[in-house]
């Protein structure tokens, strides 16, 4: 007989003071865990149920505060980080450092049990120096964002009461979310290969999870993955079978560098597939325009229709940023999914060249598996 032990642990950096101060004036008070400090960033919400270890590690979210709506946080705890697959990337994280500002929650549950439990989450907020609060109404939370759209927010945990005059002083000098050059801060400094096939594709690094460099694993390529900034010709000195911009923070219009990549990838039509933030550069140097969506899209469950198909698809997302619809019209792309809820761009093809990009994420984690085959799509247009 089959005997799994499982652990149990209790959490030992909660119940402390806390407070979520918006930019509007508006406090939240709430109990504090993780680590004691004070951050500031833009405030979003993601209405995903479950995967809040990948999420806290996917770059994507890097300068932000993160809103679970989903009211219990932390039942299963953390998994080991130090766990690679055959490659050597971590097995349950989708980078090497927390990414995250802070994290706001409903409740915390104050015990972790799971059979792969390392850590509890705010041991592994303590650790990873991450503030975090519960005690939040995130309902409330969500309808303010949905309604004013995303804003600057402080998140203060301390062991002592909290001076919210001095905090928000201190918010309204912070820097603003959309200035921020986040690049230097998730981007890998230097070229990272994994796997030993024969043939490779280049993974240009924006804030890349580690889910989009096990996807092209299992497509049967070595996965070179290379700094935000890389030029087309270096790029091309690995003699790539394709090219994947990957996902990450920020404007895509603080990105020129990886732009004009991308404009030179198209020109000579090497096979790419643009994720994301690189769904939105991929668009930029297509000649399509970008904008900054009112509360972005983050969660598990996110309706996509191919128009190929006419197939919805279930999608995982996480993004602020966004193509402008009426600007394809003029560009180099034509619509390939648009989004079933608010008919936002999900999705383009290049109208002659082996260019494809999605908003959506294909490689999920956490989320839905349903739209793993556009990483097929990218193998098509590389074995053509």
Same mark, same amino acid.
Request: hydrophobic residues 35%; charged residues 25%.
């Given at each position: 007989?089959?005997?799994?032990?499982?652990?149990?642990?209790?959490?030992?950096?909660?119940?402390?003071?806390?407070?979520?101060?918006?930019?509007?004036?508006?406090?939240?008070?709430?109990?504090?865990?993780?680590?004691?400090?004070?951050?500031?960033?833009?405030?979003?919400?993601?209405?995903?149920?479950?995967?809040?270890?990948?999420?806290?590690?996917?770059?994507?979210?890097?300068?932000?505060?993160?809103?679970?709506?989903?009211?219990?946080?932390?039942?299963?705890?953390?998994?080991?980080?130090?766990?690679?697959?055959?490659?050597?990337?971590? @097995?349950?994280?989708? *980078?090497? !450092? =927390?990414?995250?500002?802070?994290? $706001?929650?409903? /409740?915390?549950?104050?015990? #972790?049990?799971?059979?792969?439990?390392?850590?509890?989450?705010?041991?592994?907020?303590?650790?990873?120096?991450?503030?975090?609060?519960?005690?939040?109404?995130?309902?409330?939370?969500?309808? @303010?964002?949905?309604? *004013?759209? !995303? =804003?600057?927010?402080?998140?203060? $945990?301390?062991? /002592?009461?909290?001076?919210? #005059?001095?905090?928000?002083?201190?918010?309204?000098?912070?820097?603003?979310?959309?200035?921020?050059?986040?690049?230097?801060?998730?981007?890998?400094?230097?070229?990272?290969?994994?796997?030993?096939?024969?043939?490779?594709?280049? !993974?240009?690094?924006?804030?890349?999870?580690?889910?989009?460099?096990?996807?092209?694993?299992?497509?049967?390529?070595?996965?070179?993955?290379?700094?935000?900034?890389?030029?087309?010709?270096?790029?091309?000195?690995?003699?790539?079978?394709?090219?994947?911009?990957?996902?990450?923070?920020?404007?895509?219009?603080?990105?020129?560098?990886?732009?004009?990549?991308?404009?030179?990838?198209?020109?000579?039509?090497?096979?790419?597939?643009?994720?994301?933030?690189?769904?939105?550069?991929?668009?930029?140097?297509?000649?399509?325009?970008?904008?900054?969506?009112?509360?972005?899209?983050?969660?598990?469950?996110?309706?996509?229709?191919?128009?190929?198909?006419?197939?919805?698809?279930?999608?995982?997302?996480?993004?602020?940023?966004?193509?402008?619809?009426?600007?394809?019209?003029?560009?180099?792309?034509?619509?390939?999914?648009?989004?079933?809820?608010?008919?936002?761009?999900?999705?383009?093809?290049?109208?002659?060249?082996?260019?494809?990009?999605?908003?959506?994420?294909?490689?999920?984690?956490?989320?839905?598996?349903?739209?793993?085959?556009?990483?097929?799509?990218?193998?098509?247009?590389?074995?053509?």
């Amino acid at each position: 007989m089959l005997r799994v032990t499982i652990t149990t642990k209790k959490s030992i950096h909660a119940n402390k003071h806390g407070k979520l101060i918006f930019d509007d004036g508006t406090v939240f008070d709430g109990q504090g865990f993780g680590y004691s400090t004070t951050v500031f960033g833009e405030i979003v919400f993601n209405t995903g149920m479950v995967g809040y270890t990948e999420a806290l590690t996917d770059p994507s979210y890097n300068g932000q505060i993160l809103t679970l709506t989903y009211p219990l946080v932390g039942n299963y705890g953390i998994p080991d980080p130090e766990i690679k697959d055959d490659d050597g990337i971590s @097995k349950f994280f989708e *980078s090497d !450092v =927390m990414q995250i500002r802070g994290l $706001v929650v409903h /409740e915390l549950s104050l015990t #972790a049990s799971h059979w792969n439990l390392k850590m509890t989450l705010d041991e592994w907020m303590h650790n990873e120096k991450v503030p975090g609060i519960s005690g939040i109404d995130t309902r409330a939370v969500t309808k @303010k964002l949905r309604s *004013s759209g !995303v =804003m600057m927010a402080a998140l203060v $945990v301390s062991d /002592e009461p909290i001076d919210v #005059a001095k905090v928000k002083k201190e918010l309204a000098d912070a820097t603003d979310y959309n200035s921020e050059k986040f690049m230097d801060s998730v981007s890998t400094k230097e070229e990272k290969t994994y796997g030993n096939d024969s043939e490779s594709v280049v !993974v240009i690094d924006t804030g890349a999870k580690n889910a989009i460099v096990r996807n092209v694993r299992e497509l049967g390529y070595n996965a070179i993955v290379v700094p935000w900034n890389t030029p087309y010709d270096k790029i091309m000195s690995h003699n790539p079978k394709g090219v994947v911009l990957s996902s990450g923070p920020g404007d895509p219009q603080n990105c020129p560098a990886t732009v004009d990549t991308a404009k030179k990838l198209i020109e000579n039509n090497i096979p790419t597939l643009g994720i994301c933030l690189g769904a939105q550069i991929i668009g930029l140097a297509g000649n399509t325009e970008t904008y900054k969506l009112k509360y972005g899209h983050r969660g598990q469950n996110k309706p996509c229709i191919n128009l190929e198909t006419n197939q919805v698809y279930v999608t995982s997302q996480n993004h602020g940023y966004g193509i402008k619809p009426e600007s394809l019209e003029k560009s180099d792309f034509k619509l390939w999914f648009t989004n079933a809820d608010d008919k936002t761009v999900e999705g383009i093809k290049h109208k002659t060249q082996n260019c494809i990009a999605v908003q959506f994420h294909p490689e999920a984690a956490p989320g839905p598996f349903d739209c793993k085959y556009v990483f097929d799509e990218l193998k098509k247009l590389m074995e053509k």
